[in-house]
């Protein structure tokens, strides 16, 4: 497979045409596929999502992709989670009830708080563009953010936040309502964006860039 | 407190963005999506198309000019008219939508509101609200791109559609629409008070400084924008620095 070529899981999940469109614009051609050999021989995976996590991982598992992802952390072929994707990297999910997840990146899925932090009630699902900041003001320069600046704002919706175990693998978070979110996650080769690249305009496509040129 | 969106609306009529007054009178602008790029441009935090005559004919034509849309606008996109089953929903959404927003078939079978959440996700399903002032000083639902009375009170309707998995509603007054009056303040605050999803105030927007009104007294979450763009009366840009200026909150964009 070529270089130039970015493989994009299609589960039967949400706007594929947007990822595979945002891509295409940094130059690189896009297979759609659900196909595990192809994904195994990729050179960079897309998991994009929208929609519930247990039923996501239903249907992963159910066309053998779930081995084809553990087996790509491996390999060290890089790997973008998008929005369910991006929560789907971690160990578990609180909704609906408790659901394993593909346990690349050790920490838990919960739901966004209900109230601010100065206890007033708040609106979830979590709809619109929020700016991005790294914790502890980490540099972004090994990172897809290495072009964006603290501060760039990017387009979120999401009722479930990620929580990572070790906060090392916290690239940038969010504030909702004074509380933090992660809002991109990494460890090793594997990126999660909780936001929706494809769709945060020039901020998002430099993401993509770097992904795709990595 | 969180950051208001500015979004851009394109009413669409065959292959024409036009616009109206009270959503009647249409007049042909040109083609929409050399409007959707400028306001993508300019920073809008998304567009919404809606096909003004799809409930009439029943179809809706947005599929080709929301694909090609797609090929260099990246923001949200939400499209609505015409949109009557899950078929008509997922065929719009492979095409580069993000959300539907659905009026008339809703208001004639309120379980394609559930059907829609519970198959795409709440986020996905936006409820679009036509509403009109009554003598009685409440508001009635309108189908049909403002032409029919359903006989619903818009409070009463809101609540129910949240409950069945409405993540964020449209709310488009007629009586304000095309005017340049500003938006309906007392409708959309009692929309606002009646639930906790996201509200988009549409229709009326004058000046600028309407929006900070609708923010600030009415507690809207975003502003649905036409005539004050379609007509270069102001632009994304201008509306967002005179937001920032007065202490809204609206997302950091530098144009490129």
Not at chain 2, 90 to 111: F, H, M, S
Not at chain 2, 139 to 158: A, F, Q
Request: a negative charge; hydrophobic letters at 40%; one cysteine or more.
């Amino acid at each position: 497979m070529s270089k130039s070529e970015v493989v994009v899981i299609d589960y039967g999940v949400g706007n594929l045409l947007s990822v595979q469109r945002g891509l295409e614009h940094c130059g690189v051609k896009v297979i759609l596929t659900s196909d595990p050999e192809v994904i195994l021989t990729a050179n960079r995976v897309v998991l994009p999502g929208v929609g519930a996590f247990a039923n996501a991982m239903d249907t992963l598992k159910n066309l053998g992709i779930v081995e084809v992802l553990t087996e790509l952390s491996k390999l060290g072929t890089p790997l973008l989670g998008i929005c369910l994707g991006m929560q789907l990297l971690l160990d578990e999910s609180e909704e609906f009830g408790l659901s394993a997840g593909l346990g690349l990146i050790p920490g838990r899925v919960i739901s966004i708080p209900n109230q601010t932090t100065s206890s007033k009630k708040q609106k979830i699902p979590h709809i619109g563009w929020n700016s991005l900041n790294s914790p502890h003001s980490k540099s972004w320069d090994n990172t897809l953010l290495k072009n964006n600046q603290s501060g760039d704002a990017a387009y979120f919706v999401h009722s479930f936040m990620a929580v990572p175990l070790d906060t090392n693998h916290n690239i940038a978070e969010c504030l909702y309502g004074g509380h933090k979110i992660a809002a991109v996650i990494g460890h090793n080769q594997i990126t999660g964006c909780q936001f929706h690249p494809e769709k945060s305009g020039e901020v998002g496509l430099k993401i993509l860039r770097n992904f795709c040129a990595n | 407190m969180n950051n208001i969106r500015l979004i851009a609306r394109l009413d669409i009529k065959g292959p024409n963005l036009i616009k109206g007054i009270h959503l009647e009178g249409l007049r042909v602008m040109g083609l929409p999506n050399e409007y959707a790029l400028k306001y993508y441009l300019q920073g809008a935090d998304e567009l919404i198309y809606i096909d003004s005559v799809a409930s009439l004919y029943g179809r809706n034509n947005l599929s080709d000019i929301v694909k090609a849309a797609a090929k260099d606008i990246f923001i949200p996109m939400t499209v609505g008219g015409g949109i009557r089953s899950i078929d008509d929903a997922t065929e719009i959404l492979r095409n580069g939508a993000d959300k539907v927003a659905v009026n008339t078939a809703a208001v004639k079978n309120p379980q394609l509101i559930s059907d829609i959440a519970q198959t795409f996700g709440c986020q996905c399903m936006v409820l679009s609200v036509e509403a009109k002032e009554t003598i009685k000083g409440n508001w009635e639902v309108y189908t049909d791109n403002g032409r029919e009375r359903s006989g619903k009170d818009v409070i009463e309707w809101v609540k129910y559609g949240v409950s069945l998995g409405a993540g964020e509603i449209l709310l488009t007054s007629v009586d304000k629409e095309g005017t340049r009056k500003g938006f309906d303040i007392p409708l959309v605050k009692a929309v606002s008070s009646a639930v906790d999803v996201p509200i988009i105030a549409s229709g009326g927007m004058g000046v600028p400084e309407d929006l900070l009104t609708v923010v600030n007294e009415a507690n809207a979450d975003a502003v649905a924008m036409a005539d004050i763009l379609h007509y270069n009366r102001s632009n994304v840009g201008d509306i967002r620095l005179i937001a920032k200026t007065s202490g809204l909150g609206v997302r950091n964009y530098e144009q490129v």
